[in-house]
């Protein structure tokens, strides 16, 4: 039992790491109606940049910097593809999400950077004597929760409001005299650095960076969007907030249960998440037709 | 103030679809004016609206406002300027944010947006005044999220939001089109009281030749792309419903026989 506790605490340490991640893929998923699938690169590009500038001596919060620099670097090409040379969203995040493979080789000259005996911010933690799992958790809740209170205020700003608007109605954000271009474009940015902080944190947590790493991000993001969005159906902006956050760390526990199936492998996962995702967004439309076919059944009965 | 100079606007070059849609429209809007734009589908009242707002460049002529020229000016920059409010009620606000965020934003309207909190509670007793205005009972609402409001009070709320910065010319596209006839009715009372409060320069694009009649102090009917009368003032006062449908039919009588011509 207790080393089931334990995988379930493990697992939420690594919810809130990605809980990073699933923030940055809600401002372009939600806030924006973006399709950015920039999201599978950018993250991978974190850990890449985290891996080189650890293992060349540099300090973990340098690299988680330069993590964030690369992910927001990568959103902008995305932004300009879609903004300024007017490539449909998806297909521009796709172009990104291809070119990224080859620049996260080029970034780790080789497909994997090992970081073990590394001195990242875990290893910081660990020395100070907080076991492995408490590590994590302690950096993810620290992550997770600065980036909620920080998302919070910056899109309740001027600049954020009208991000926010742009996702809604980007007719009107013109007609009030914003620039739709920049606004799709800060979004963009600010998601992928969010994406490339979640994968510097995994990368290190997990002690390596791979290429592939963030092979099936955009999907793990959107089930904690709407793993969040079914369990915390608020209506205040904090509460969306700490609900993607939330839904990032049931994913994870789910997974981890899952796991203890017989005869689920690992490599079963990606399947799982996808019928899982397509279930969560299929759900709205049944209910809404459940509703209509009732209140046809109503009138009826009048 | 506002002077359209030999405005063309043309769909589809050198395609089959091309359609003339502004042949050389001249237009001079004074300050204080209410002007209506009346036509039929097709006459070119929306494409007018959306040259001057920016939506669509113009392909020849000019558009000056004041002494600036405007005719190339990106859509968003103009926003300083006007105030738009659209024919679908759904186009003027932000559906799932609050009726003072929305609020915020037009306060911001053609300024620069940065860092600061959109919501500035010092800003609320404005607001509740402003949408005290419209008598919808909104003032009372103002962290209602406007997805909740209906069409009438999503289009009041919008003609708040066109002339919280009061703007040079307030752009009317057939804002009352697609409201039941009791709503319409209302916002257009609405319309007339922000515009006489506040003395706004006004141009309405309507189908509906009542209003047209009823008011502003200038009616302009467009057909094909063409200005074909421009009455104001006392004569237009003295417009009925009969004049003006005489006056369509002469010019789809015209046209009617240029195409007889035509066909030979």
Redesign the interface.
């Known amino acids: 039992m207790s080393g089931l506790l334990n995988s379930i605490a493990a697992a939420t340490a690594q919810g809130l790491l990605w809980a990073v991640m699933a923030l940055g893929l809600y401002i372009t998923y939600r806030l924006l109606s973006f399709s950015d699938l920039t999201v599978d690169g950018s993250f991978a590009t974190g850990g890449a940049i985290t891996a080189v500038v650890i293992t060349s001596g540099g300090s973990p919060l340098l690299a988680m910097g330069l993590a964030s620099i690369g992910g927001i670097l990568a959103g902008f090409v995305t932004g300009f593809l879609n903004t300024r040379m007017r490539i449909p969203a998806l297909l521009s995040s796709i172009l990104t999400q291809i070119a990224l493979y080859t620049i996260n080789l080029r970034i780790m000259g080789k497909p994997n950077i090992p970081l073990l005996n590394q001195r990242t911010l875990f290893s910081i933690l660990q020395d100070l004597g907080l076991g492995r799992v408490g590590t994590g958790l302690v950096n993810g809740l620290v992550a997770a929760t600065l980036v909620v209170v920080a998302m919070y205020w910056f899109f309740g700003s001027e600049i954020g409001a009208a991000i926010r608007a742009t996702g809604n109605n980007p007719a009107m954000v013109r007609e009030l005299g914003a620039n739709t271009q920049t606004t799709t474009l800060i979004g963009l940015m600010l998601a992928n650095g969010l994406v490339a902080l979640s994968g510097s944190l995994v990368s290190q947590q997990q002690g390596f960076a791979d290429v592939g790493m963030g092979l099936g991000a955009i999907v793990i993001g959107l089930a904690s969007i709407i793993i969040g969005e079914v369990l915390l159906p608020s209506t205040t902006f904090w509460m969306r907030l700490v609900g993607v956050a939330a839904g990032s760390v049931i994913y994870r526990i789910v997974i981890t249960l899952v796991l203890e199936i017989p005869g689920i492998k690992s490599y079963d996962l990606r399947l799982f998440t996808a019928i899982i995702v397509a279930l969560a967004l299929w759900l709205p439309q049944v209910s809404a037709t459940w509703r209509q076919r009732r209140a046809r059944k109503g009138q009826d009965n009048a | 103030m506002l002077k359209l100079i030999g405005v063309r606007k043309t769909f589809e070059i050198g395609t089959l679809d091309q359609t003339h849609v502004l042949c050389g429209i001249d237009l001079t809007i004074e300050a204080g004016d209410f002007v209506s734009v009346i036509g039929g589908n097709g006459a070119g009242k929306s494409t007018l609206l959306n040259v001057i ?1 920016g939506v669509f460049e113009p392909d020849a002529g000019q558009i000056l406002l004041g002494d600036l020229d405007i005719t190339r000016m ?4 103009r ?2 300027f006007f105030g ?1 409010v ?1 024919q679908d009620p ?8 609050e009726i003072s ?1 929305n609020l ?3 306060s ?4 620069r ?7 500035k509670k010092s800003q609320y007793p404005m607001f509740r005044e402003r949408l005290a205005m419209l008598d919808l009972g909104l003032e009372d609402r103002l962290h209602q ?1 406007v997805r909740h409001l209906s069409g009438g009070q999503r289009q009041a709320l919008t003609l708040l ?1 066109a002339t919280l910065v009061e703007p040079q010319v307030l752009l009317l596209d057939e804002h009352t089109a697609a409201l039941d006839p009791k709503t319409a009715v209302k916002v257009m009372e609405v319309t007339e009281r922000l515009v006489s409060t506040l003395k706004l320069t006004t141009l309405m694009i309507t189908h509906n030749m009542q209003q047209a009649i009823r008011y502003g102090n200038r009616l302009v009917m467009l057909n094909a792309g063409e200005i074909i009368l421009d009455v104001r003032d006392e004569e237009k006062a003295s417009l009925t419903v009969e004049d003006l449908l005489r006056q369509f039919s002469r010019a789809a009588g015209d046209e009617g026989v240029s195409d007889r011509l035509v066909l030979g």
């Open positions: 707002s990106p859509e968003y920059k926003a300083a738009r659209f759904a186009q003027g606000t932000a559906a799932d944010m965020e915020a934003m037009a911001m309207r053609g300024k947006r940065g860092l600061r909190q959109n919501l999220r939001m």
